[in-house]
């Protein structure tokens, strides 16, 4: 006890951090007690996932940075609209997602043996070209997808632990530095991946979904009761919220078309590799009704505090912090030491439970989609399977770390163009599922036109460097998202393509569009 009475308040925040990391470990060491020794195991969890454990890791692989930093971030510079941008409408297509695409993915899965996209798509589309144009895709839009979330974990951690280790000289202000951050919730992450797999993985994204979902109320609440002063949580509610600039309560300043388009990039969901694993590991379709009914709301009771609590920050006097660190300065200076590390363990978790499915998926791709593809399976035993997908995890971990050292980027940003990429996919998988006349041809030159379509606008943003990046097409009144532009091009080259090249074989198309 005198120990920690001897403690500042950075270190009693970090050491309560170290404590959440430490029950992690733990969690992934003890499903990995359960490993089987496959690599169905490893990588689908033996297909064994039920209706509350694909819920919760569903939604929390959804749930990255970009929706807890980025979201409150973004809230602070443009309003509550950020809500509505974002929030509602992925509520609603992610579910959609989630039943049109993902039941008929699951099914398609264990009828036919698949255990990742590309597998899919060979098959479905009779190419094997397809599959060594998307590996590089794919793997190359969720670099920037896990950057988002080891940047933002290294920032929570810098802004949190700051005074903690004066005398240490890792940094001016006493904190952790963030790429020391970054590289602890790497190791993390890495440990219970490669010793848990997608059991151990499932079980982590259940466990940080329900801490950062509990804990996200909790620092609501506590920052509305701090903030506004009043007798009660409602009137502390009404207090705060009557000091937060008009222009930050209304969508006065968004464009309609912009807040329109926005709607576009929750479509991603439909080519996320790690939601697709996920999807595989079902136990049945019916485990997909509680993700589908409970995901909108789950949302609201992520995104609404987030959103506010960004608001609330235009009310105080910050000092020059940028966007990602708005929630971790406000939770670091508006609460208690203790409940301040208990809350950043709760924001951590959010981060962190995207960063695992991610890392595992990448190890799946390139076992199944590269290695195994084109070496005899038969000659590779279950287990060196599985220790080549560690191995790519391991590199890919050390890649994306090397990339997060590079310097700061706007967590919302960085996410819309990842996203935006994912989206512009969508018309492929849709059309592999939903149109017989689909052909490969189409696919690649759909998948083509959204490479070509997504690099040429992102490097006119300056590499995502302009925040405020947009298309004019209809005059300036009219702004649109650039991830318009990309499903628009993806799926004019991907329907013209189609129908002028030869259909399906009939053996395909029994294979998958006879009930």
Same mark, same amino acid.
């Given at each position: 006890?005198?120990?920690?009475?001897?403690?500042?308040?950075?270190?009693?925040?970090?050491?309560?951090?170290?404590?959440?990391?430490?029950?992690?470990?733990?969690?992934?060491?003890?499903?990995?007690?359960?490993?089987?020794?496959?690599?169905?195991?490893?990588?689908?969890?033996?297909?064994?996932?039920?209706?509350?454990?694909?819920?919760?890791?569903?939604?929390?692989?959804?749930?990255?940075?970009?929706?807890?930093?980025?979201?409150?971030?973004?809230?602070?510079?443009?309003?509550?609209?950020?809500?509505?941008?974002?929030?509602?409408?992925?509520?609603?297509?992610?579910?959609?997602?989630?039943?049109?695409?993902?039941?008929?993915?699951?099914?398609?899965?264990?009828?036919?043996?698949?255990?990742?996209?590309?597998?899919?798509?060979?098959?479905?589309?009779?190419?094997?070209?397809? !599959?060594? +144009?998307?590996?590089?895709?794919?793997?190359? #839009? /969720?670099?920037?997808?896990? @950057? $988002?979330? *080891?940047?933002? &974990? =290294?920032?929570?951690?810098?802004?949190?632990?700051?005074?903690?280790?004066?005398?240490?000289?890792?940094?001016?202000? !006493?904190? +952790?530095?963030?790429?020391?951050?970054?590289? #602890? /919730?790497?190791?993390?992450? @890495? $440990?219970? *991946?490669?010793? &848990? =797999?997608?059991?151990?993985?499932?079980?982590?994204?259940?466990?940080?979904?329900?801490?950062?979902?509990?804990?996200?109320?909790?620092?609501?609440?506590?920052?509305?009761?701090? #903030?506004?002063?009043?007798?009660?949580?409602?009137?502390?509610?009404?207090?705060?919220?009557?000091?937060?600039?008009?222009?930050?309560?209304?969508?006065?300043?968004?464009?309609?078309?912009?807040?329109?388009?926005?709607?576009?990039?929750?479509?991603?969901?439909?080519?996320?590799?790690?939601?697709?694993?996920?999807?595989?590991?079902?136990?049945?379709?019916?485990?997909?009704?509680?993700?589908?009914?409970?995901?909108?709301?789950?949302?609201?009771?992520?995104?609404?505090?987030?959103?506010?609590?960004?608001?609330?920050?235009?009310?105080?006097?910050?000092?020059?912090?940028?966007?990602?660190?708005?929630?971790?300065?406000?939770?670091?200076?508006?609460?208690?030491?203790?409940?301040?590390?208990?809350?950043?363990?709760?924001?951590?978790?959010?981060?962190?439970?995207?960063?695992?499915?991610?890392?595992?998926?990448?190890?799946?791709?390139?076992?199944?989609?590269?290695?195994?593809?084109?070496?005899?399976?038969?000659?590779?035993?279950?287990?060196?399977?599985?220790?080549?997908?560690?191995?790519?995890?391991?590199?890919?971990?050390?890649?994306?770390?090397?990339?997060?050292?590079?310097?700061?980027?706007?967590?919302?940003?960085?996410?819309?163009?990842?996203?935006?990429?994912?989206?512009?996919?969508?018309?492929?998988?849709?059309?592999?599922?939903?149109?017989?006349?689909?052909?490969?041809?189409?696919?690649?030159?759909?998948?083509?036109?959204?490479?070509?379509?997504?690099?040429?606008?992102?490097?006119?943003?300056?590499?995502?460097?302009?925040?405020?990046?947009?298309?004019?097409?209809?005059?300036?009144?009219?702004?649109?998202?650039?991830?318009?532009?990309?499903?628009?091009?993806?799926?004019?080259?991907?329907?013209?393509?189609?129908?002028?090249?030869?259909?399906?074989?009939?053996?395909?198309?029994?294979?998958?569009?006879?009930?």
């Amino acid at each position: 006890m005198s120990y920690l009475l001897a403690m500042n308040d950075g270190q009693i925040r970090f050491s309560i951090i170290l404590v959440y990391l430490g029950l992690l470990l733990g969690l992934g060491f003890f499903a990995s007690r359960l490993f089987r020794g496959t690599k169905n195991d490893y990588l689908l969890a033996s297909h064994s996932i039920g209706p509350f454990l694909l819920l919760m890791s569903m939604f929390g692989t959804t749930m990255t940075a970009f929706a807890l930093v980025g979201s409150s971030g973004e809230a602070f510079k443009k309003g509550i609209g950020v809500y509505g941008m974002l929030a509602s409408s992925s509520g609603i297509i992610h579910s959609l997602c989630f039943f049109l695409i993902g039941v008929k993915i699951y099914r398609f899965g264990r009828k036919h043996g698949y255990s990742t996209q590309i597998q899919f798509f060979r098959d479905r589309l009779e190419s094997d070209l397809i !599959g060594l +144009i998307l590996f590089p895709i794919l793997v190359g #839009l /969720i670099i920037p997808y896990l @950057l $988002i979330g *080891v940047m933002a &974990g =290294g920032g929570v951690i810098a802004v949190l632990t700051e005074g903690a280790f004066p005398n240490l000289g890792l940094s001016e202000n !006493g904190s +952790i530095p963030s790429h020391y951050g970054s590289l #602890l /919730i790497c190791g993390v992450v @890495l $440990i219970y *991946v490669f010793f &848990g =797999g997608m059991r151990g993985t499932a079980w982590a994204n259940a466990f940080q979904t329900t801490v950062f979902m509990g804990l996200g109320v909790v620092t609501f609440v506590m920052l509305a009761n701090r #903030l506004g002063e009043g007798q009660t949580f409602l009137e502390s509610l009404k207090n705060v919220t009557a000091k937060v600039p008009p222009s930050k309560l209304t969508r006065v300043g968004m464009s309609q078309t912009l807040f329109l388009s926005y709607m576009c990039i929750p479509l991603s969901v439909a080519m996320f590799p790690h939601l697709f694993q996920h999807w595989l590991t079902a136990k049945s379709s019916a485990s997909f009704k509680a993700p589908v009914i409970c995901h909108p709301i789950f949302i609201m009771i992520v995104w609404v505090p987030c959103v506010l609590i960004g608001v609330w920050g235009t009310t105080l006097d910050l000092p020059d912090i940028r966007p990602n660190d708005v929630l971790p300065y406000m939770v670091n200076n508006e609460i208690g030491a203790f409940m301040g590390g208990l809350l950043s363990a709760g924001i951590l978790a959010a981060i962190m439970s995207s960063l695992d499915s991610q890392f595992l998926c990448i190890g799946s791709i390139f076992t199944n989609d590269i290695v195994l593809h084109y070496l005899d399976e038969s000659k590779i035993s279950e287990k060196r399977q599985v220790w080549i997908a560690r191995l790519f995890v391991i590199l890919v971990v050390g890649i994306t770390y090397v990339l997060s050292l590079q310097g700061y980027r706007s967590v919302f940003t960085m996410a819309v163009w990842c996203f935006s990429g994912f989206a512009g996919l969508f018309p492929i998988v849709f059309a592999a599922l939903y149109w017989k006349r689909f052909t490969a041809a189409g696919a690649l030159s759909g998948t083509l036109a959204m490479v070509g379509s997504w690099i040429y606008l992102f490097q006119q943003s300056g590499y995502g460097a302009n925040t405020e990046f947009a298309l004019y097409p209809f005059g300036s009144e009219y702004p649109l998202m650039p991830v318009v532009a990309i499903i628009l091009s993806s799926t004019l080259a991907m329907v013209v393509t189609s129908f002028i090249t030869p259909p399906p074989s009939q053996k395909t198309l029994d294979k998958f569009f006879r009930s």
